[in-house]
Each structure stands twice: as structure tokens, then as C-alpha cells.
């Protein structure tokens, strides 16, 4: 099992940046591909980003591609996603996932995947 635990969250103007962090319980931290979810009000939650156990695979929602960025330190039992050009349309409570998977290059964009979810960080973008 493991639990994770957003920080990072906070109010920016319109194009500026945030790094949001995620540390995870445990010592299997590299046995999990990891996700960024979001879920702005009155709407679903929605897939961010992806990586996978090594960091090797990565993907991203279109909405996101070019400039948000996913990292991990599996050393540090954390996974980042650093976010530029920020808009108004960004603001969301953000999740971090864990998917326990036995497979090295493997990503989901898929929710119900995920088996273990964080409490969530708010980032507000300003117009």
C-alpha cells in the first residue's frame, strides 16, 4: 500500500508557473507508474500526465502537451509536475495516482487504473 500527499497548490497569475509535488509512503515507490489528475468544479476528473516506474514513458493530455512537465525521483519516492503558461482554464484541484503495475515503460490515462489517489493540492490561475 501506499499513501501519497500533494503539495505545491496555490493562487498564480495567468502565465506563470507552479511546481506541484507528490511524495509517496513506502519503499515500493518504483513498483508504481504514476499520474497527474485534475478536477475542476462541475467537472469530471480528468487526466493530466503520466510516467511510468523508470520515468522513461511519459505522456500527456493535449490540452497540456508543451507545457507541463512530469518527473519522478523514485530516490526520493516523489513525482513532480511542473507547470508553465498556466491559464485561467488550469484551475483545478490536482491528484497525484499510483498504479501498481509490473511493467516498466507502462502509463495509463485511464482513472479507474489507478489504484491508490492523494488528498489533492488547488491551483488557482488568475486572468
Known amino acids: 500500500q501506499v499513501q501519497l500527499v500533494e503539495s505545491g497548490g496555490g493562487l498564480v497569475q495567468a502565465g506563470g508557473s507552479l511546481r506541484l509535488s507528490c511524495a509517496a509512503s513506502?519503499?515500493?515507490?518504483?513498483?508504481?507508474?504514476m499520474g497527474w489528475f485534475r478536477q475542476a468544479p462541475g467537472k469530471e476528473r480528468e487526466f493530466v500526465a503520466g510516467i511510468s516506474r523508470s520515468g522513461s514513458t511519459t505522456y500527456f493530455a493535449h490540452s497540456v502537451k508543451g507545457r507541463f512537465t512530469i518527473s519522478r525521483d523514485n530516490a526520493k519516492n516523489s513525482v513532480y509536475l511542473q507547470m508553465t503558461s498556466l491559464n485561467p482554464e488550469d484551475t483545478a484541484v490536482y491528484y497525484c495516482?499510483?498504479?501498481?503495475?509490473?511493467?516498466?515503460?507502462?502509463?495509463?490515462?485511464?482513472?479507474?487504473?489507478?489504484?491508490?489517489w492523494g488528498q489533492g493540492t488547488r491551483v488557482t490561475v488568475s486572468s
Open positions: 495516482a499510483a498504479l501498481e503495475t509490473a511493467l516498466l515503460g507502462y502509463v495509463s490515462i485511464l482513472r479507474n487504473d489507478y489504484n491508490y
Open positions: 513506502g519503499r515500493t515507490f518504483n513498483s508504481y507508474s
